[in-house]
């Protein structure tokens, strides 16, 4: 936004260096970076008033500049009966998206055997850890056919200020203080994470560095951009990874990512292979079961083929539904018939419990759905 000669500016998203230059251009002593720093990702400040740390005339000419902290504020909020909340979270510009909190072991909803003592408390509810789905991009330019998302086209990427600011928002709504030990990231929300590289390392880097959750708590998903995925295994700082593999040979793959037609599963297959994985690190593969399209016991071998070899695990989500996608949701039967397939072939493989449904919060449904649940 221009207004006159002053430029709209956000803090979010600056590393220690950008910060460094830009107290030095204020005329302040470099130690100002660090507490601009601290304010902006430890302490998840909301406005440059509150960097109480800060001289005021410093925090005023902030102001007079037009920069601001730029956190990307709540724009509504749906909550689900499992507990998941699905955020729509406004940027500067008027384009949302969505963000997703997920606690687990609510009310020893559970049962795993923690401690009581070992839960964190937000807004009167208890839970043991938590996952927040953060979304990469203002829609998506991968068009999977099962995925609602894809029916919003690209708008754009986001900055890695935004990327940041959905995970700082969230936390904040949910009042979590540090340390954030319980807290884990997936990049699965809306937006192909590789699609737009750059500012999603540089949002790992700055949640890595600031926010103070560490690489191991996170997992990026990827539809497989396979340079990309090159790329991102060089990494001395990253997630974990997860692929979308979703089909079991080329044929379906293209007819459900057309993406396959770019890279298909030789070359996703090859990449997994060469990817650099850490001590007692996997590789997940993610399958998105649609009834009578991907989910037959062919099909489940044709899997056991491709990850033959591969330390990797296989997490099955049964479809969630949508408007506008169409596909069905396979029976519990069959889902189970599909994952024993896989285990008594030895490849690990778990069912994903689909949270956020009855909200529109679950994975594919990420649509700035506010005209489907209000
Ligand atoms: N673009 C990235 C991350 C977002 S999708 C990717 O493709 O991996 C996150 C996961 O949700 C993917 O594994 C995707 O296959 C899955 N998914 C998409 N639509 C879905 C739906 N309608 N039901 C269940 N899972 C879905």
Same mark, same amino acid.
């Given at each position: ?49 509150? !960097? ?21 504020? !709540? ?10 909340? %699905? ?22 909803? *559970? ?40 029916? *919003?086209?690209?708008?754009?990427? $986001? ?57 191991? %708590? ?46 298909? $599963? ?34 489940? %071998? ?13 997490? *099955? ?23 024993? !397939? ?10 994903? %419990? ?21």
């Amino acid at each position: 936004m221009v207004m006159g000669q002053v430029t709209e500016k956000s803090l979010l998203g600056l590393q220690l260096p950008e910060l460094a230059s830009l107290v030095e251009e204020f005329g302040q002593p470099s130690y100002r970076a660090r507490q601009l720093f601290d304010a902006l990702y430890r302490q998840r400040v909301q406005s440059s008033e509150q !960097i109480s740390t800060l001289p005021q005339d410093f925090r005023q000419s902030l102001s007079a500049k037009g920069i601001s902290v730029g956190l990307p504020s !709540i724009e509504k909020k749906f909550v689900s009966s499992d507990g998941t909340v %699905r955020y729509l979270v406004a940027c500067a510009d008027g384009q949302s998206v969505e963000t997703v909190w997920m606690p687990e072991g609510d009310g020893g909803e *559970l049962g795993d055997g923690s401690e009581a003592g070992d839960q964190a408390e937000t807004a009167g509810r208890t839970w043991e850890r938590a996952a927040i789905c953060v979304s990469s991009q203002v829609g998506c330019a991968v068009d999977c056919q099962f995925c609602l998302t894809a029916l *919003l086209g690209i708008k754009r990427n $986001l900055t890695a200020g935004e990327i940041v600011g959905q995970v700082c928002a969230v936390l904040n709504d949910q009042g979590v203080s540090l340390p954030l030990h319980r807290v884990n990231l997936v990049f699965m929300g809306m937006g192909e994470p590789f699609l737009n590289y750059d500012n999603f390392m540089k949002a790992v880097h700055l949640l890595v560095e600031g926010v103070g959750i560490t690489e191991s %708590r996170m997992t990026v998903s990827t539809a497989g951009i396979v340079p990309a995925l090159y790329d991102f295994g060089l990494e001395p700082v990253r997630p974990k990874i997860a692929i979308s593999l979703n089909a079991s040979n080329d044929d379906l793959r293209t007819r459900l990512m057309p993406i396959n037609r770019k890279w298909n $599963l030789e070359k996703l297959m090859a990449a997994a292979r060469e990817f650099p994985l850490r001590n007692r690190e996997k590789l997940t593969f993610e399958y998105v079961l649609l009834e009578g399209v991907n989910d037959s016991a062919e099909n489940a %071998r044709e899997v056991v083929e491709l990850v033959r070899g591969l330390r990797a695990k296989l997490n *099955l989500i049964a479809l969630n539904p949508g408007p506008g996608i169409d596909f069905r949701t396979p029976a519990q039967e069959r889902v189970l018939q599909f994952q024993n !397939i896989l285990r008594a072939a030895g490849v690990p493989a778990f069912v994903r %419990r689909p949270r956020g449904r009855d909200i529109f919060a679950a994975c594919g449904q990420l649509k700035r759905t506010v005209e489907l649940v209000s």
